[in-house]
C-alpha cells in the first residue's frame, strides 16, 4: 500500500537535540524502526523548560492559495529537504520538485497538486529555520494551519508521520478536485461595513439560487479571517448574486478566489469518507505542543480528536479569526510571543495584523526561496 513505502517521517526534535546540532528532520527513518518521537520523559522534561512568553514561538502554516512557480528554489542545499521532495514523488506518483520549481502556473493551482505542495514546501521551511534559527523551534509553544496547514502542523508538533500525512493530504487533494468538478461552485473574499450581514446575505443568496430551479443550493461562510472579512463559498449562482448587489449588502469589496470549488462546505461532502478511510489507517499521536483547530478554534487533545476534527474541518469553515483570539489571548501586561510562518506567502502574517497588532510586532515570515548565494555564506 502507499502507506508502506519505505520512506521518512518527519516529526519535531527539541532540547538537548537541537543543542547538538542534530535537525528536526533528523526523525527521517524507516517505518518500523525507532520513530524518532519524544519520548515522554522527553516532553515531561521540555515542560519544565518551557520558555517565557517573550522567548516563546509560535509556528503559523498557510493554506492552498499561497503556491507559486519557483517555490523551494535555495533550499535544497539542506538534504533532508532533497529527501522530503524524492519521498514526495514516491507518495503522488509524479515530480512534486519539478512542478514547485518550473510549474506550470496551471497545474501547481490545481487543488490536487498544490496542497500537497504547499504541505511539502511548508515543512521545508522549517527546516530551512532549524538551519538559521534552531532556538526559535526549541522555544516552540504552539503552532496553526490554515487548512491543509494543519496537517503540515500537526507533522511539526510530532503528532503525524511525515509519510502518512502526506498520502492523506494526496487523497484529501484530490477528493476535494474531485468534488469541485460535480457541482460549479467557487470560493468569494468579503470584506464588509461593521453593518454587514453575512448570514442574510447568504440566505438571500441561496433564495436566489432557488428561484434559478436549484435544489438545495449552498451559500454559506467559509472561512472567518479576521474582523469585517469573510470567505463565502457556495453555488457560482450565489456567489454572482452576492457581488451584483454588494451594496445592498454594506460589503465594500468582493473578489472571487481562485480556487476550483466551495470548500468547507457541504459541497465537499463527497470528500469526507476517502478522507476519514485513510486517516482510519494512520498513526496519530497526541501533538508535543499545542495545535489549534480550524473547526473550533481549540486544541487537539488526542487522537481520535484530530482524526475527527480534520475530516469534519473538509465541510466546516475555518474559524482562523477566532483560532488567533485563542493562540494569543493573555493577561493584560503578559509579553506576545514570537510569530513565524514558515511556508509561501505572507497571508497569515496579514491576517494576523488585522486580528491582534500587538502579536503582528514580533512577526516574521520564514519564505521558501532562498539566495543562493546568500545560502553558502
Known sequence: TPLSFLTPSWARQLGSESKTGT????????????????KETDAAAARRRRPRPRESTVLL?????????????????????????????????????????????????????????????????????SHRQ????????????????????????????????????????????????????????????????????????????????????????????????????????????LQANARKYYFTRTKMLPVSGAFHTRLMEPAVEPLAEVLKSIEIQKPLICVYSNVDSKKYMHSDHIKKLLVKQVVCPVMWEQTMHSVYERKQGTEFPYTYEVGPGKQLGAILKKCNLKAWRQYEHVDVLEDEEAAET
Request: net charge positive; hydrophobic share 45%; with cysteine.
Open 134 to 241: 534552531p532556538n526559535v523551534l526549541e522555544s516552540c509553544v504552539a503552532a496553526a494551519g490554515f487548512s491543509v496547514g494543519e496537517f503540515a502542523a500537526l507533522v511539526f508538533a510530532g503528532a503525524m508521520d511525515f509519510t502518512e500525512a502526506l498520502y492523506a493530504v494526496k487523497v484529501r487533494a484530490e477528493a476535494m478536485q474531485k468534488a469541485s468538478e460535480a457541482v460549479p461552485s467557487g470560493m468569494l473574499s468579503v470584506i464588509g461595513r461593521p453593518a454587514a450581514n453575512y448570514k442574510f446575505a447568504c440566505l438571500e443568496a441561496r433564495k436566489h439560487c432557488e428561484s434559478l430551479g436549484i435544489e438545495n443550493p449552498v451559500c454559506e461562510i467559509s472561512n472567518y479571517l479576521f474582523p469585517d472579512s469573510r470567505v463565502i463559498a457556495g453555488h457560482l449562482q450565489a456567489l454572482e448574486y
Open 23 to 38: 535537525s528536526p528532520l533528523a526523525s527521517l527513518r524507516i517505518p518500523g524502526k525507532h520513530s524518532g518521537r519524544w
Open 61 to 129: 502554516f498557510p493554506g492552498q492559495g499561497s503556491q507559486f512557480v519557483g517555490m523551494g528554489r535555495g533550499l535544497l542545499r539542506y538534504p533532508r529537504v532533497r529527501r522530503m521532495f524524492r519521498v514526495a514523488e514516491t507518495v503522488l506518483g509524479y515530480d512534486l520538485l519539478s512542478l514547485c520549481l518550473r510549474g506550470p502556473r496551471a497545474e501547481l493551482d490545481r487543488t490536487r497538486h498544490c496542497q500537497p505542495a504547499v504541505f511539502v514546501a511548508s515543512l521545508a521551511a522549517v527546516e530551512r529555520l
